[in-house]
């Protein structure tokens, strides 16, 4: 776990075997929440839960810590532990208000033009294990609308990769969600995983501009202006 400021933390979570690599996941960790406790933005899948519980422990905290979990959309890798998480602790979850949680499925063929130097054996191996996830879906408590205050934070509706996307930016830190990747240079949300790409690339050239110090992105590298 990183720490970026004085109440900001960076919980690095591992996705292995995705399209041939190893995805990284930044969850975000803020002291002071709406509620009083730590507030995470997104989650991780399950299989990270004990590794997000044992990060937490490295810095003096716990699960029953967590009072606020923001969920920045509805993919399975962002809000597989929300519920958990509730459930355990009596958190508070957070979405936008045209967030859709489901498991929806990625088509081979979308993703076998798109990365042509990935086998596709590995595409195969990804998608069996993505189109069959099995995760609680989360029962959100405050559906937000964009423009809201979170513990310092403003809450930024930034649609395409997902109808209610939301970023947060506040004390010099953008936590941009999919909005932006940082997988070997800035970019797009990948084209097969949005549901409007056109937006999602206003988005991100939106969420670029802004006059961050550091740039969290959900995957990828942490960017410092």
Do not use: Q
């Not at 990060?55 to 979990?69: E, N």
């Not at 081979?108 to 798109?114: G, P, T």
């Not at 403003?154 to 209610?164: C, E, I, M, S």
């Amino acid at each position: 776990m990183v720490k970026i400021s004085k109440r900001v933390r960076i919980a690095e979570l591992l996705e292995p075997d995705f399209f041939g690599t190893v995805l990284n996941h930044n969850v975000v960790v803020i002291e002071n929440g709406p509620n009083g406790g730590l507030m995470l933005v997104d989650t991780s899948l399950p299989e990270n839960f004990e590794t997000l519980e044992k990060l937490l422990k490295s810095w003096g905290y716990s699960i029953s810590d967590i009072s606020d979990v923001v969920i920045t959309h509805s993919h399975p890798d962002h809000f597989g532990n929300a519920e958990r998480i509730k459930r355990e602790a009596r958190a508070k979850i957070y979405a936008h208000e045209l967030e859709e949680f489901k498991i929806e499925k990625v088509d081979f063929n979308e993703v076998k033009n798109a990365l042509k130097s990935v086998s596709e054996e590995e595409i195969k191996k990804t998608l069996d294990r993505i189109n069959n996830m099995k995760i609680e879906i989360p029962s959100v408590d405050i559906k937000l609308k964009g423009g809201e205050d979170l513990a310092g934070f403003k809450v930024l509706h930034v649609p395409g990769h997902t109808k209610g996307h939301i970023a947060l930016f506040g004390e010099g830190i953008l936590i941009a969600g999919d909005a932006v990747r940082n997988v070997d240079e800035l970019s797009p949300p990948l084209k097969f995983f949005c549901w409007d790409y056109e937006k999602a690339v206003n988005s991100f050239k939106f969420l670029v501009s802004l006059p961050y110090k550091i740039l969290v992105p959900y995957h990828g590298e942490l960017v410092i202006a």
